[in-house]
């Protein structure tokens, strides 16, 4: 039975790091300006320097980013059929053999670069492909809202510069994204901020905020799963309407009520939420309300939506998708032309109703990401330590922004950071693996 | 080597209008007749067949963030026009924001080898490029977009050097891989991020306090200085908004009698005459671009039906979003960089102002002498998707057609034009200087956009048809760079472009006070913001090709 959901992070990676056997390569020098891959605000400000081959953050990094560099690929992972050893051509053999005797293939991406993603969408095409990324439940909330009503967005750089004031629906910003507050919403200098920043909490303040920040943070404690008629609320009070109501969701009309006098004051606002963490039946239509409410600002004033996500690929995964096939993800090309539909092409509903006859689960940055469990043969292709021991195939991938060039898009979808390759590795990059099983396919279908 | 026998060539570059022809293809190249007895691989009889240059659209929305969230957007965009894959060619999604493999297919399929950009945010010019190289087939460059950047204004608000900002003008083209540069609203779409809700030309911004003139006379003035072939690419101040006419001579005359190119300026042609307060200014923007030799424009032609509007000016899309249709619509600041826009709108024959910028469009074709000058575009897909061409190129080559049309519109919007008096009909020959030879001289591409000896075997060949839009929408023959790509409207060899860009000479100096600026401000790192050649053809690109910064008379 599948039992993952979203990127299912286990518990601890499994994968032990074990020195590299090899004699260690000379001490380079570290370099600056390094692009982090793993989670959606792309910090590219690191100092990394390699030791003993692995790479190790020597500044700016984060909890996450010091983990997941710092994991070694060098250890004894190899690739595997059917839990054999086997040559990495061997187990690419299989796989494209397992992708072409199946009706219905599933590809479920979880982090790989735009050059993997376009050797994933090309595969697709070849085999009649239902494609998928594991964080699509989240990224569907906002793209519902976008394909429904749109919005009025903005980008890091001009948070860093423009925003005095910060409200967060029902999100650890902090958590998911560890430096956002020091780089677009703390102390750094800015253009057009002079005075304090101001941030509001809707559910509890993250642990971890910078002290400035702290000091003039409001937190409304507030139950995420009720943070549509919040919005609700603040979108009738921004229309003028009379409440007849004291208390919405628990919280107190007068407190919305100041909120919002807030929100109208602000030079430039912004409303900030992670879809990730509004999981709660029909979040996008409190993201929608959400959405809605800085519209309706923006008669008057400047407010802006943020919408954080960008981590494991995803952002990725959406922009290629949307411009090779017209549709951000849960696209088939089973017909051969491709049909979107969030609802059917979900691969979790998908698996459960065991609609799919194999599944090529690809995930090249974060081991922690774990293929669904299916009864259906599957095929992974991941960085050495993803979960792979019920896979037909297993395929170690090299990871970029480590082993090679390439690029990720950010939590806005403006900026594709450009990742350099810091280290050497025996392993193959997405891409090269997903174009080799489409070359081992053949133009057999 | 192939030889094209016998086709009526029409190459205004090199004076030729149908006279029967050989053309030799070699390498990618066009080539001398040969020698007697060279070996000829294949040769194609094109007996009374019309042969042109491939042609080049100056002036097309096909990639980029603001592209790919209208893609995003209109699921129902693209349910409508499904393509599948075939034996050569991948599956994909067209009408008004095609997917990219399905938009290089298309326009290779009419004839188009080359196709320009012209809204590259440099911030997010990666992504530009990404998506240009998933087009097939076709060349491509971009146009870098400045005039509402931080940098910029902060800059010439403290009255920096010209030669200082010529530095910046020139490390941008470079950085970003672009072959021109384009102003959107010069300063507007910065004003906008200061809720500003207009800017005219002569009205300082709200922060900065520099006003949209002073920006385009910096901004004409240092492509002139770097002897950069494209002028200044300009969709000018207040879009859309009736009486806008005065704002678009004014933008003209900021030029001050440097190079200077008017983008999609049927939107930018409106007078306030008339009971409803909204009228053609065609005749006026017209005699402005006949009296003044430094001043080009396309025309971003509205065709009726669905589409989608997609911009970097954010005032304007903010300004338009209640008239979205179907009512969504996304606005987005970008980066301290600019910002876009984009929002689906439905063009109506039988409402009143939508009519009559169909007619003011056409008014303007028809009423700009010069063909050299006047660009044939539809604002891609902003007044209407580029498959529109072929009934756009019948509308000016076919009175009797067009009055047909005409006679369709809203019936007060006919009779406040003067669209249905105007006699003239296009030649092919003006058809070939406004999709071909001109293009190409306008944007500095020696090579492209005719068939002389030298030039790139981009090559045309069309059935001569009575009917133009049937003639225009599949050619027999389609070369790109000497390989037949597409025959008689569709594809049958794909391939990769090139991007033309251009790389004038900077001090690097100015390097030193960005990288202040990023350190201080970004969130990117200076040291990754500029694209290398290399990446360049990561992002899916056969490789830049470098056209040479010379400035030479007309």
Redesign the interface.
Known sequence: MFRARGCTRESEARYVPTPAMSTPPAASAPQ??V?CPFCGLLC??LTVELAAGAPIVASRGCGKSRQLFALADDGPAGARVDGREATTEIALARAAEILRAASQPLLLTAGID??GM?ALL?LA??TGAVVDHANADAMFRN?LV?????????????V???ADLLVSAGTDIVGRFPRFFE??FGDA????VDGEREAWFLGAAPAGLPDSIARRATAIAVDRARLGEIFATLRALEAGKALGVAHVAGVPRERLEVLLARMRAA??GVLAWAAADLDFPHAELAIQGMCELVKAL?AK??F?ALPLGGTDGDVTA???S???????LRVS?A??????DPVRYRARRMLEAGEADAVLFVSALDPACAPPASDAPTIVLGRPGTRSQQAAVFVPLATPGIHH?G?L?RTD??????LRKLADTRHLSAARALSAILRAIGDGR | MIRLRGGCVIDPANGLNGEPRDLYLHEGRIVAPPAAGARIDREIDLGGMVVMAGAIDLHTHI?G?K???A?????E???GD????GPLT????GRA??????TGYRYAEMGYTACFEPAV?P??A??AH??MG?TPIVDKGGYAMLGSD?FLLRMMAERADQGRINDYVAWTLRASQCLGIKVVNPGGISAF???ARSLDVDQPHP?YRVTPRAVLQTLTRALHELSVPHPLHVHASNLGVPGNVDATLATMDAAEGLPIHLTHIQFHSYGTEGERRFSSAAARIADAINRQANVSADVGQIMFGQTVTASGDTMAQ?RNAGH?HP???????????AGCG?VPFRYRDGNFVNALQWAIGLEIFLRVTDPWRIFLTTDHPNGAPFTSYPHLIRLLMDRGFRNEKLAQIHPDAAAHSELGRLEREYSLYEIAIMTRAAPARILGLKDRGHLGVGAAADVTVYADLPDRERMFSAPEYVFKDGELVARRGGVVKVTQGATHVVRPDFDRGIEKRLREYFD?????????FA?ADD?LI??GSRGPIVHPCVREGR
């Not at chain 1, 017909?335 to 979107?340: D, L, M, Q, W």
């Not at chain 2, 009512?327 to 960089?337: F, L, Q, S, T, Y």
Request: overall charge neutral.
């Open positions: 600056s300006s692009g590219d400000d735009v050059a376009r090309e095409d070849r793209l976008l394909q429904d009503g749109g919005w009025i967005s903005t980008t890091l750089t001009e860093r510069n423009r780089r677009c200098q800015a253009m057009f030079r430039y923006n004033g400047r802006a959406m922009q290629v949307t411009w090779q096939s017209g549709y951000p090309f017909g051969g032309a491709p049909v979107f060039a690029h898009y979808s403006v900026v594709a950071v450009r | 990639g963030g592209v790919n969230i893609r995003a957007m209109l699921p965009d693209h349910r499904p393509v599948a894959r991948r599956s994909g999604s924001a095609p997917s990219t493999l399905i945010l911030v997010n990666r992504q990404m998506e998933d931080d991020k200061f809720n922060y903010h979205a009512n969504k619509w996304v606005c987005m600041d970008i980066e301290c960089d984009v201080r401000y970004h969130t990117i790192a200076f040291d990754n694209i990446e990561d992002c």
